[in-house]
């Protein structure tokens, strides 16, 4: 990192962003294996490993000798020193177990700590205490209840895996008005159980649409797939409205063109959704994965009052990313619009390093905002409390405890 100004008041500075509370705004964390059970765990991240492949290490490691597997490790490892991953995981690997990774005998080393910290029951929640990681986000039920630490996970249901079913069911039938009229009132169903539970919102991924929110149709026998969608999404912000619902849209990532996951830069993805932005009360939260969309969605939220821009999402958690995001949310919108933080990890020791790579930008974005005299000291302080932690409570309606 580099601070300029007085190395004191740099140092200074840096402490008092890194003890600010965070929000882990969407994981993937499993409440009673929070903690990874190996290394290798920790080692095949996706993330860590699409950059380890780049670099030469094999699909299917699994499958070598141990020694065969950490040989192509460190090979790969040491080809990938430049990338945003490798960095990660080599400060999980210092921070947390105070190991450099360098060659057979620390991965060894390593081995043998993931095994010993698995079997700590105390291990998640001193580690998420290391970075202050207060509340996380999980969006299925069974993975909410946080074994071994304070607070159990807030749930914000997913229905993606529900709302492609309900357009194929309008699509298939030989009444399609009679069949979004059901479907209709099960969406009305759903989110007064979600309210009722005390649950604070739903998230949905959306596919690539060419319907625009803007245009109502009455939906019959002519009614395409996209019209549906975007009828249903009507549905569904009408009953987030009726219940005081939040309503996440995770935006950016397309499975259709080949046999994995793309970000794609729509130009005109939020652009479509304003007429939902504009008609419906509830509040909407836009969480990226590509990169060309982050100024779009800081756009509608300076917009639309009831709109907020969330963290930084697959392929746009990336150092880059991130500072130009930073740079869009500070001149445009109040920090209460915004959460910086989506670790997407599957293990806490991945919420620990992702989240200390976004402190650390952070600092240095902040830091050199103050030093060019765009912003004070309590403005910068106060920005990235909103940003790691305080909007977030609010959003979802957190209370401290």
């Given at each position: 990192m580099i601070l300029q100004g007085s190395r004191e008041d740099a140092i200074h500075f840096f402490n008092r962003i890194m003890e600010q509370?965070?929000?882990?705004?969407?994981?993937?964390?499993?409440?009673?294996?929070?903690?990874?059970?190996?290394?290798?765990?920790?080692?095949?991240?996706?993330w860590l490993n699409r950059e380890l492949q780049a670099g030469g290490y094999p699909a299917d490691a699994e499958k070598l000798s141990e020694a065969e597997r950490i040989a192509?490790?460190?090979?790969?490892?040491?080809?990938?020193?430049?990338?945003?991953?490798?960095?990660?995981?080599?400060?999980?690997?210092r921070e947390l177990y105070n190991i450099e990774m360098k060659d057979e005998a620390s991965v060894r080393e390593a081995i043998a700590a993931v095994k010993h910290s698995s079997d700590d029951e105390g291990w998640a929640q001193r580690v998420a205490d290391r970075m202050n990681i207060r509340r996380f986000v999980v969006n299925h039920p069974e993975h909410a209840a946080f074994q071994g630490m304070r607070e159990d996970a807030v749930l914000i249901p997913r229905i993606d895996g529900i709302?492609?079913?309900?357009?194929?069911?309008?699509?298939?039938?030989?009444?399609?008005?009679?069949?979004?009229s059901e479907v209709r009132d099960?969406?009305?169903?759903?989110?007064?159980?979600?309210?009722?539970?005390?649950?604070p919102g739903i998230m949905t991924t959306l596919p690539r649409y060419e319907a625009s929110a803007h245009i109502r149709r009455e939906i019959d026998v002519t009614s395409d797939r996209d019209q549906v969608l975007m009828e249903l999404l009507h549905a569904i912000c009408t009953a987030a409205e009726r219940n005081g619902l939040l309503?996440?849209?995770?935006?950016?990532?397309?499975?259709?063109?080949?046999?994995?996951?793309?970000?794609?830069?729509?130009?005109?993805?939020?652009?479509?959704?304003?007429?939902?932005?504009?008609?419906?009360?509830c509040s909407f939260e836009l969480v990226l994965a590509s990169e060309l969309n982050n100024l779009d969605a800081v756009q509608?939220?300076?917009?639309?009052?009831?709109?907020?821009v969330g963290g930084m999402w697959w392929f746009n958690f990336r150092?880059?990313?991130?500072?130009?995001?930073?740079?869009?949310?500070?001149?445009?919108?109040?920090?209460?619009?915004?959460?910086?933080?989506?670790?997407?990890?599957?293990?806490?020791?991945?919420?620990?390093?992702?989240?200390?790579?976004?402190?650390?930008?952070?600092?240095?974005?902040?830091?050199?905002?103050?030093?060019?005299?765009?912003?004070?000291?309590?403005?910068?302080?106060?920005?990235?409390?909103?940003?790691?932690?305080?909007?977030?409570?609010?959003?979802?309606?957190?209370?401290?405890?």
């Open positions: 509370p965070v929000f882990d705004t969407h994981t993937h964390l499993v409440g009673d294996r929070l903690a990874a059970r190996d290394f290798w765990e920790i080692a095949h991240y996706f192509a490790f460190l090979e790969a490892y040491q080809s990938t020193r430049s990338t945003l991953m490798n960095g990660v995981f080599t400060s999980i690997m709302l492609n079913p309900w357009v194929d069911r309008v699509m298939k039938s030989g009444d399609r008005a009679k069949a979004f099960e969406i009305d169903r759903k989110l007064g159980e979600y309210k009722a539970a005390g649950r309503v996440q849209f995770f935006l950016g990532v397309e499975r259709s063109w080949c046999g994995t996951a793309v970000p794609v830069n729509d130009t005109e993805r939020i652009l479509k959704l304003a007429g939902l932005f504009e008609t419906y009360r509608a939220a300076w917009n639309f009052p009831n709109v907020h150092a880059s990313t991130y500072r130009d995001s930073m740079q869009y949310r500070l001149e445009a919108l109040p920090a209460s619009k915004s959460s910086v933080i989506v670790s997407d990890a599957r293990c806490m020791e991945w919420s620990y390093g992702k989240i200390l790579l976004v402190k650390k930008l952070a600092a240095e974005f902040l830091w050199e905002r103050m030093n060019a005299g765009w912003i004070d000291e309590d403005t910068a302080l106060h920005t990235a409390s909103e940003w790691f932690y305080a909007s977030a409570m609010r959003r979802y309606g957190v209370e401290e405890s």
